[in-house]
């Protein structure tokens, strides 16, 4: 196993052992932090992940931008082998079904399309297992948002984690993209 993967392995752990009160206080906080952000104020699009198992919930995030009238899109991963994803609209009412992984997933219509002028407009809130002061950012292994956000620098991105998350240092690869922030509480 590489140091990643011994990373990865490490970090799913200490997620999965926070317990409730302290995961449920650090939930609220992130949410609120990403609610009262200028990203999130402006924002007319937001691409954000459902969450599932130890990750941070996004219900809340989900259900505050749908209330008001932001167009939130959800990931579907287009080709495992590939590592390719695009995001999705979805409303109250998309029904959503297990995908890769067995995440839920939407139904492959009305995509989010980039350009120069939607980035200005968009949020992306980003999963992930480790961060580290640079921002670098150790997802889970299949590189999709690495290759989702090739040529999308304009995009506004946060990711988002527990503060038990954080290390000192993560090794960079070249296809790595960093977030344009790191939120861990």
Known sequence: MNAKETLRTEMLKKRKALPFDRRFRSEVLITDRILGHQWYYSATDILVYKSCGSEVSTEEIIKDALQHGKRVYLPKVLSPEN????FYRITRETPL??????????????????TEETAKSTLMIMPGLAYD???SRIGYG???YDRYLQEKEALHTIAIGFDCQMVNDIEEEPNDIKPKQVICL
């Open 83 to 86: 590592g390719t994803m695009e």
């Open 97 to 114: 079904t297990k995908g890769y992984g067995g995440i839920l997933e939407p139904p492959a219509e009305n995509p989010f399309i980039y």
């Open 142 to 144: 299949k590189g999709f």
């Open 133 to 135: 002061r640079k921002r």
